[in-house]
């Protein structure tokens, strides 16, 4: 399995823009997909963003043309770059990875959007 470390998150007004950053260590030769999801305040968890081996991308509706998920293979690290941030976005977001045999998560970050 692999270790999950998020970065970037915080606080910002309603129309800025956060990066958040996914370090992975172990055995991170076997990562499949890395993503995001995040947890709102009394709701379900969700997906926000999926980045496949092979560059495909998947998004939430809800954030399609604001957020762009990326992944640098080469420093194992997974990025959410969130444009035009919207009170509704606010929650913890957690970076997953899964291979063909198990899943990871990390602990999360606090995104907190203000109006």
């Known amino acids: 399995q692999v270790q999950l470390v998020e970065s970037g998150g915080g606080l910002v007004q309603a129309g800025g823009s956060l990066r958040l950053s996914c370090a992975a260590t172990g055995t991170t030769f076997s990562i499949n997909v890395m993503g995001w999801y995040r947890q709102a305040p009394g709701k379900q968890r969700e997906l926000v963003a999926r980045i496949t081996n092979d560059g495909r991308t998947d998004y939430a509706d809800s954030v399609k043309g604001r957020f762009n998920i990326s992944r640098e293979k080469a420093k194992n690290t997974a990025y959410l770059q969130m444009n035009s941030l919207k009170p509704e976005d606010t929650a913890v977001y957690y970076c997953?990875?899964?291979?063909?045999?198990?899943?990871?998560r990390g602990q999360g970050t606090q995104v907190t959007v203000s109006s």
């Open positions: 997953n990875a899964n291979s063909a045999t198990w899943v990871s």
